[in-house]
């Protein structure tokens, strides 16, 4: 399967600990995307990243989040102290090129519980 | 800023029966729009997109046309199965200037057809 694969599916954590979504990209794709979903709202943008690269993280909260995509290796969506509120799912996408017209394929998604 | 509204949800349809999702946006410049759908548990599959005003986009009998002069993007299909039930999502994503493909989404509406 050369899709978009996150991982874990699930992930359960408690109030403070820390949390990591990894996400590796379609083959080809140098361009990945970080969106939440919350309990019965629709996808909010994060992050955008290519390798080694952060280019717009507009949508990411400014404490206890951050995101990178190594050279080598997965793109890890980072959460230190989770709070109740972190609760959602957070869903990764990859295009081949930050460019409007190109679909972005999404993975499975990973949900986070806080305890 | 860009921004998607679609029709609020659930919608319940027997077998066969038409269906229309009403979606508008409002973005600056000339967007894509994308039609998104997700199943449960899964991430967002890309259902159908248009990339210039009056392009119709299809897909698996769902249909969608870009009119820019009503700022709309609606979904149509004209005989729905129980397997179309699924939430679906209108995004879209804006040219040029930061927004490198990132994309913005509508609240989503969940469709449930009955045998």
């Known amino acids: 399967n050369a899709g978009v694969m996150q991982n874990p599916r699930h992930l359960v954590r408690r109030r403070g600990q820390e949390a990591r979504l990894r996400c590796s990209p379609m083959?080809?794709?140098?361009?990945v995307y970080w969106y939440r979903q919350l309990p019965e709202e629709g996808l909010k943008f994060m992050v955008y990243?290519?390798?080694?690269?952060?280019?717009?993280e507009s949508g990411m909260p400014k404490e206890r989040f951050s995101a990178e995509f190594p050279k080598e290796g997965p793109s890890i969506l980072r959460i230190q102290q989770v709070v109740r509120g972190d609760s959602a799912a957070y869903f990764c996408?990859?295009?081949?090129?930050?460019?409007?017209?190109?679909?972005?394929?999404f993975g499975d998604g990973t949900r986070l519980s806080i305890l | 800023g860009n921004s998607v509204t679609q029709m609020e949800g659930p919608v319940t349809l027997s077998e066969e029966a038409f269906l229309t999702i009403n979606c508008t946006y409002t973005?600056?410049?000339?967007?894509?729009l994308f039609w998104y759908v997700q199943y449960p548990g899964e991430g967002l599959q890309l259902l159908l997109k248009?990339?210039?005003?009056?392009d119709k986009g299809s897909n698996k009998g769902f249909e969608a046309t870009y009119r820019k002069e009503t700022t709309s993007f609606h979904l149509e299909k004209g005989s729905v199965q129980v397997s179309d039930s699924a939430v679906y999502f209108c995004?879209?994503?804006?040219?040029?200037?930061?927004?490198?493909?990132?994309?913005?989404f509508g609240q989503g509406t969940i469709l449930t057809v009955h045998p």
């Open positions: 996408a990859s295009s081949p090129g930050g460019r409007d017209n190109q679909p972005q394929h």
């Open positions: 995004a879209l994503s804006s040219a040029g200037g930061t927004s490198y493909g990132k994309l913005t």
């Open positions: 990243l290519q390798k080694e690269n952060i280019i717009d």
């Open positions: 248009a990339t210039k005003a009056d």
């Open positions: 083959k080809g794709h140098s361009h």
């Open positions: 973005a600056t410049g000339y967007p894509s």
